[in-house]
């Protein structure tokens, strides 16, 4: 039928904007999962010209639509 829906879509818990959870999930509810993400931290400049960082773990919140 190439009817799109927003199953699955990611969505931000605490925006009231169009890509907020209320809106973006039409009130189908989301789901809440925690991910462990490797990303880079601590980013210093050196002389001349790079820029070295250290690799931090963190874990991140993701809101999915139901």
Known sequence: LG????RGRFCNR????IEGCRLL??????QTRVRNVEEKC???FVWCCS????TCS???DEHICN
């Open 51 to 54: 820029v070295k960082c250290d």
């Open 3 to 6: 009817i799109f829906s927003t």
């Open 58 to 60: 963190m874990r991140k």
């Open 14 to 17: 605490t925006s009231y904007g």
């Open 25 to 30: 999930c039409c009130g189908r509810g989301y």
């Open 42 to 44: 601590n980013c210093k």
